[in-house]
């Protein structure tokens, strides 16, 4: 099984990642930040990556230090997890409806970092969690995994649905990104023969 640990301590935050690749969604994570919690939970269980995550950052502040070094520490995890990427798909996207709104994701776990993000959000703040912050999450996980990563939302009216349906396909874009193909299981998914 792929499976990684990550500590990351800064004068900022003090993060501790487990993850199991070929796990089955088992998620206990913690950040102080409840509506992110929320998000990463529902990233481990449709990504079927078991997260155990504990996020101790200066929340007094405000929360963008601990979504970001979270993210990083995710990523960091999913890097050492994949070694040198033998076997996986590589690519993954989805596409996920929550109520009336739709949202895809296209990831490709390339060696080189871009984030493309089209989501729109109408709130400042969903729960105690600025929505500006969602980009930044996303944005510490695309430079640290240097995968490429496109999100867009087509339509939504509610945040909270928009924000979701883009962690969801997030989620199921990775599980199958990272899903081994059997016909190339001790290959370098890359005419380079190298990620």
């Given amino acids: 099984m792929r499976k990684a640990s990550v500590e990351r301590n800064t004068k900022e935050t003090k993060i501790v990642c487990n993850i199991n690749i070929d796990g089955t969604g088992v998620s206990k994570i913690s950040t102080g930040i ?3 919690d929320h998000m990463l939970e529902i990233f481990s269980h449709h990504s079927l990556i078991d997260v155990d995550l504990a996020s101790d950052g200066d929340t007094h502040v405000d929360f963008h230090h601990t979504v970001e070094d979270t993210a990083y520490a995710l990523s960091e995890a999913i890097n050492k997890a994949i070694g040198d990427k033998k076997g996986i798909t590589r690519y993954g996207f989805f596409y996920i409806t929550m109520d009336e709104s739709l949202s895809r994701t296209v990831i490709d776990f390339s060696g080189r970092p871009e984030l493309v993000w ?4 109408g709130l400042e703040k969903i729960g105690e969690m600025d929505t500006e912050l969602f980009k930044e999450f996303f944005k510490a996980f695309t430079n640290n995994t240097k995968c490429n990563l496109h999100v867009e939302n087509f339509y939504g009216d509610n945040n909270h649905h928009i924000i979701e349906s883009c962690f969801k396909s997030f989620a199921r874009s990775i599980r199958q990104a990272l899903t081994i193909d059997e016909r190339i299981k001790n290959i370098i998914p890359s ?5």
């Fill in 191 to 195: 005419s380079k023969g190298v990620l």
């Fill in 118 to 121: 089209k989501v729109d959000l």
């Fill in 34 to 36: 409840g509506f992110f």
